[in-house]
């Protein structure tokens, strides 16, 4: 079993930043891709960020150039720094990962960005 444990989440105001994180336990033997997705209320979840563990990123269109994720492979964490938040961005992020083919979610973090 993988257990996935968020946090960072909070309330910004517009133009701020945040830095969720998010750490991996259980039986990792290997920890492939991670990623943070959100989902809005009345939205679907999306992807948001994802990282390999060579450290290829991809990001959604919209958070380009404000988030930026990366990885502590020795401590099985990924982060997601946000920049310039707006009130779009606000939504529950959840934290993803492949343990060696299975996927695991983490329960999420609540991000709320006011005007």
């Known amino acids: 079993q993988v257990q996935l444990v968020e946090s960072g989440g909070g309330l910004v105001q517009a133009g701020g930043s945040l830095r969720l994180s998010c750490a991996a336990s259980?039986?990792?033997?290997?920890?492939?891709?991670m990623g943070w997705y959100r989902q809005g209320t009345g939205k679907e979840r999306e992807l948001v960020a994802a990282?390999?563990?060579?450290?290829?990123?991809t990001y959604t269109r919209s958070v380009k150039g404000r988030f930026t994720i990366s990885r502590d492979n020795a401590k099985n964490t990924v982060y997601l720094q946000m920049n310039s938040l707006k009130p779009e961005d606000t939504a529950v992020y959840y934290c993803?990962?492949?343990?060696?083919?299975?996927?695991?979610w983490g329960k999420g973090t609540l991000v709320t960005v006011s005007s």
């Open positions: 993803n990962a492949d343990v060696e083919g299975w996927n695991y």
């Open positions: 259980g039986n990792i033997f290997s920890l492939n891709s």
């Open positions: 990282t390999t563990r060579g450290g290829s990123t």
